[in-house]
Structures are given as structure tokens and as C-alpha cells.
DNA sequence: GGTATAACTTTACGCTGTCAAGATTGGTCG
DNA sequence: CGACCAATCTTGACAGCGTAAAGTTATACC
């Protein structure tokens, strides 16, 4: 192994170019971005990575699984996120928890389009055999920030002990609905300033009493 | 006018029969409950009408205009089962409102394809002329709905008073959020019991805590 | 009653996902 | 070192999709 690609003069175009499958990851992951995913298609695709139309199918079994395999890498960028931002924020436990949802409903405005590919219907039934869908593994790491966080905020008795999901699922909840309603541009109409930020620290801030108290 | 098919010897099937809008979106709405908006196809929707497949085009201006149609019928019913819901369950207002965020919660579940289809991407912007979307102006009357609930709660004080949309907009992203993670799947791997009224319980209960308190 | 017009059909085009068959290559074993 | 094998990629084909254009038929109105 001197190099994925020393069998080829340049990096590109020859029969076994040996890296197919990332590029036609990176293609769609682009064609996501610019345009959704009703923006992907399996021959835009291909033809981005400049390939015949049928070459994707020799790393996908076919589009469901091309994008099956998009929204496992979104979800981990978005995991990457959240677990940034909690980090990094500061306060209270509490006082991060609200920027953690924050960053939630950042993230979703940022960059709607992986989000929305995240949360594609269909996504998590997946043939394969008998085991749970990488999807639900990667968005299960998601919910795993968000679950440490909630630990976090019963250690100082903020938040009531006992299990935490069920706390962790409330959360979730509020901002993922926000999130989802903003995208879908549901709130357009209303004259709630500041459609970002303001919102999210409302809700979260409600939210946070109601987990609060007992 | 003696009755809009009185030019027909049956009720169907001849070059005019007067009534293909309709036959149209019934046809359509069978579909979205049989598969999904992805089962929604032009000529599909034709075929089931006994129409040739360019029909529709005299009905509709393209695909989405006709989604938007079946949208907003999805919305009303919507609407009205929410309005239902409200106005039939007992006891004080909060717990009245909670049985609204309950019925919210059932209805995604009962109704997963109608309920996605209120929620397709870009549903909302229509060119028509200026003015909003219907798909809007439908959705403005289930958040409608959600107001009112809360506005009969801060009479008696059990929310405190001022502007209602900010509360009825963090009750809304809490179920709606919820709905969204149920008919994800994201939920199905936690041993949450009872997938819907349980959670919907927890997390209604926890969304009153956190709007009663100041 | 004849005619404009709306409703409907037919035909056609380019796009899509997918399959089957052929071409080309890299790796492995004799 | 050389021949083969299997993986990879291409080409060609098919049905279904949304949509536009052109042709057909029935209705409504003068």
C-alpha cells in the first residue's frame, strides 16, 4: 500500500480509480447542499464524479442506500456540533443546556438542507440483516450529547434525579419541533423577532423551568 | 345549472364529467393514505380517476400545485380533529390543553402520511401572486387552535398573561417535535413504554410546568 | 344551429432508477 | 513471468415520471 492511487498517472478517470465510493459520497453530500435532496439523483451523481451512470451501483446497493450513507456522515457532523458547542459553552449546567439547544436550532437553520436529509422519511428501515440501521446508530449518538447534558444537570440537583431520557426525550422534543417548524417556514406569518436566536432561547427557556421543577 | 352531471347518462367517464377537480384530489388523497406522498404521482393519481394522464394539467397547474391542494385538505381535517379535541375534553384549562397536545401526538400517529404531507418541504412557497400560500393560511388555523387554548389558560392565571403566540409556540414545538421524532423511528430503540399517549403524557406534563411558572 | 371554448386525449421529449451484457483492469496463483 | 479471476467501470436498454404541444370532443352561448 504506497498510496491508494500509485497505479494511476493522475489522480482521476481510469477504469479502477480507487477511491469511487468516497467521491461519490463527497458528489452527493455537494448536490445536497446546493440543492436539497431532491436535488440527488443517482446519474447527477455520477456524472459529478465523472463516471458512467451505472458505476454507483458497484458501492450502493442502490439510491436508498447512496442516501442512507448521506445522512449517517450529516448526522455525525451534527453530532460533532452539538458536542462542540456543549463543551464549549459555559454557565450553569443549566445555562448550557440552553446553548446546546441553541446550537440545535442552529444548526437546522444553517444548513437546512442536512438537516432535512437527516430526518428523511424512510430512512431507518433498512433491509440489510436483522440489526438496527447505521442511521439509527449515528442519530442515537446525537441524542447521547443531549442525554450527558441532562446527567449533568441532575448532578448539582437542577433537574431531578431518575432516568434521564425521559427528561433528555422532552428536550429533544421542544427544540427538534422548533427546528423543524422554522424549516418549514410555518412561523413566517407570526412577528416573533429575530427568527433565529430569540426563539430558540424562549423555548429552551421554558423548557428549562418545566424540567426544573419536580 | 340542474346538477353538475345531469349532462351524462352515468356519473362518469365521458370527455366532460364535470367533476374531475374533485375526483382528482379524492384520488390522491387515497394514495397518500395507501403509500405516502412518494405513491402521489401525476399519472397515478389519473389512472385511479380514469382520466388520461395529461388530465390533470386542466385541473392543476403542475405536481405541486396539486400536493399544495391535498396539503391543505390534510390541514383542515387536521384542524378540526385538534378543534375537536379541545372542545370535548374536561377539566381545567391546562389539562384541557394537555389532551390538545395529546390529540396532536395521536394524530401523527394515526394519520403518518397526512401529517408528513403537511409538512413536505417547500410546500409554502407557492408564486400564485403576492399574497401567502394556502397551505398558510391552513396551518394559521391549527396554530389558531393552539391560542386559543392557551388564551383560555391565562384567564384563570394558569399562564401568565401577555402576548399568547410565544406560549402557544413553545406548546407547539414540544408535540410537534415529538410527533416528528415518533414517526422518524428515532424513538424506537429506547425503552420508552407505550410509544404514544405515554410520552405524550410525559412530555405535555413537563411543557405545563415550564409555561405555568412566571 | 353554428361556433368558440373548455375539457380531455394522444403523442413526444428528456429525465429518472435499475438491470443485463460487454469492456477493462489489478491482484493472485501457477 | 504470465494467465486467469474477480472487481470495477461502461454501454445500452426499459419502464415510469413530469410536462409541453397538438389534436379531438363535448358544452355553452349567441
Chains 1, 2 share one sequence.
Not at 478517470?13 to 463527497?26: M, S
Amino acid at each position: 500500500m504506497t498510496g491508494a492511487a500509485s497505479h494511476h498517472r493522475t489522480a482521476a478517470r481510469r477504469y479502477h480509480h480507487g477511491d469511487l465510493h468516497r467521491v461519490l459520497l463527497e458528489a452527493g453530500m455537494e448536490l445536497v447542499r446546493e440543492g436539497g435532496t431532491e436535488a440527488v439523483s443517482l446519474r447527477a451523481v455520477a456524472r459529478r464524479a465523472e463516471v458512467s451512470h451505472a458505476a454507483p451501483y458497484h458501492h450502493f446497493r442502490d439510491k436508498a442506500a447512496l442516501v442512507e450513507a448521506l445522512a449517517v456522515e450529516a448526522f455525525r457532523i451534527f453530532t460533532r456540533t452539538l458536542r462542540g458547542s456543549w463543551e464549549s459553552a459555559d454557565g450553569s449546567p443549566l445555562e448550557r443546556l440552553g446553548a446546546l439547544g441553541t446550537a440545535y436550532v442552529r444548526f437546522a437553520l444553517d444548513h437546512p438542507f442536512e438537516f432535512r436529509l437527516m430526518h428523511l422519511p424512510g430512512l431507518r428501515q433498512m433491509p440489510a440483516a436483522g440489526g438496527a440501521s447505521p442511521v439509527s446508530g449515528a442519530s442515537a449518538e446525537a441524542f447521547g450529547v443531549l442525554v450527558d447534558a441532562i446527567k449533568a444537570c441532575q448532578e448539582p440537583g437542577l433537574i431531578p434525579e431518575g432516568d434521564p431520557e425521559p427528561f433528555a426525550l422532552t428536550a429533544w422534543s421542544t427544540v427538534h419541533g422548533l427546528a423543524v417548524l422554522l424549516l418549514d417556514g410555518l412561523l413566517d406569518g407570526y412577528p416573533f423577532e429575530a427568527q433565529g436566536g430569540e426563539l430558540a432561547g424562549l423555548v429552551t427557556r421554558t423548557l428549562g423551568r418545566g424540567l426544573m421543577s419536580r
